[in-house]
């Protein structure tokens, strides 16, 4: 997965100035006074409103550097693009709402330590599988005809890894609208206990 951050210059080492490291050439911003921020006035009507803005001249930075000192690589903004492509692994019985962390790969700021990328997972939105995930089990909608209720069925079902699934029940048991069949060993597998897994649970509707 590419990763669009930011690392501390190299040609300055974090300066931002075309001196070198160790060299500050940092100049409080005369237009916000140092704050980063500056007030503006707004007229509605007859109506003067005052509000706070990022200051245009700093970008908030507090400070300003002389363009004849700006290093010519990040041009004094002493940080420079580095996407990155990071491998994410998702382990086998990971939930929604775990997280992955790559720990020291954040943005890099001069003077501050850095922080972390983590990836949150959730499912796709889109996702056309037709199981839903509850904890570690999996639950699935199936239909079948009056005819299977009352006589047994044989269902082949498609798992998540393409596995083939016969699901069946004995001749003589009938199949009430709305009655879940439990089968084991087939949900999802149990995080750190990689030999031990959930179970599907399919809830018939009966087609009449």
Partial sequence: MKVNR????DCCEGSGSN????????TKCTT???NGRVFKT??????LYQTQAVCDACGGK?????????????NGEKVVKDPKIVTV???????????????????????????DIVFH?????NDPTPFRREGNDLHLDKEISLMEALTGFKIVLTHLDGRQILVQNSPGDVVS?????????????????PESFGDLYINFTVRV
């Fill in 6 to 9: 930011k690392i501390i210059c």
């Fill in 19 to 26: 001196k070198g490291k160790g060299t500050s050439v940092d």
């Fill in 32 to 34: 916000c006074n140092g």
């Fill in 42 to 47: 707004i007229k509605q009507g007859n109506t």
């Fill in 62 to 74: 507090c400070y300003v550097i002389p363009d004849n000192e700006k290093c010519e690589k990040c």
């Fill in 89 to 115: 692994d998702i382990e086998r019985g990971m939930k929604w709402g775990d997280d992955i962390t790559f720990y020291g790969e954040a943005d890099q700021t001069p003077g501050i330590q850095t922080g």
């Fill in 121 to 125: 997972l959730r499912p796709k939105s």
């Fill in 177 to 193: 609208p709305g009655e879940t069949l439990r089968v084991s060993d087939q949900g999802f597998s149990i995080k750190n206990r």
